[in-house]
């Protein structure tokens, strides 16, 4: 899936998101100053946008969007925040997960205190 072959392959649509991407900043710079044009925001959705064609066939085209909004930051900065702690205990991300389904599954609750 990752070979040399097939990322040379995937080389046009590279471009492509590459020039929306270069097409949307220059229509920043076209405006009246009054836009802020948020670069980490803009990254993401360029990732998100080559990873999801690339890996799932689809695109969600975050490229698009107003602002670079609707893209895959915030959920990249909250994994990356969490990987450190991963990495030195893995038994912190199956806690946090059995907290997050009881927190929003009140009802998981009865059922693990009635065991």
């Avoid at 900043?25 to 959705?45: F, H, M, R, T, V």
């Avoid at 085209?61 to 702690?85: C, D, I, R, W």
């Amino acid at each position: 899936m990752f070979s040399k072959r097939s990322i040379l392959d995937f080389q046009p649509v590279i471009r492509e998101k590459l020039e929306i991407l270069c097409d949307k900043i220059a229509k920043y710079g076209e405006g009246d100053g009054e836009q802020i044009l948020c670069l980490n925001y803009a990254w993401s959705a360029w990732a998100g946008d080559l990873i999801t064609e690339y890996a799932f066939g689809f695109c969600y085209n975050h490229l698009e969007s107003p602002g670079f909004q609707e893209s895959f930051h915030e959920a990249y900065m909250e994994m990356t925040g969490f990987g450190h702690v991963a990495v030195q205990f893995p038994w912190v991300h199956p806690v946090r997960i059995l907290c997050y389904t009881m927190s929003y599954h009140p009802s998981m609750i009865a059922r693990i205190s009635s065991r």
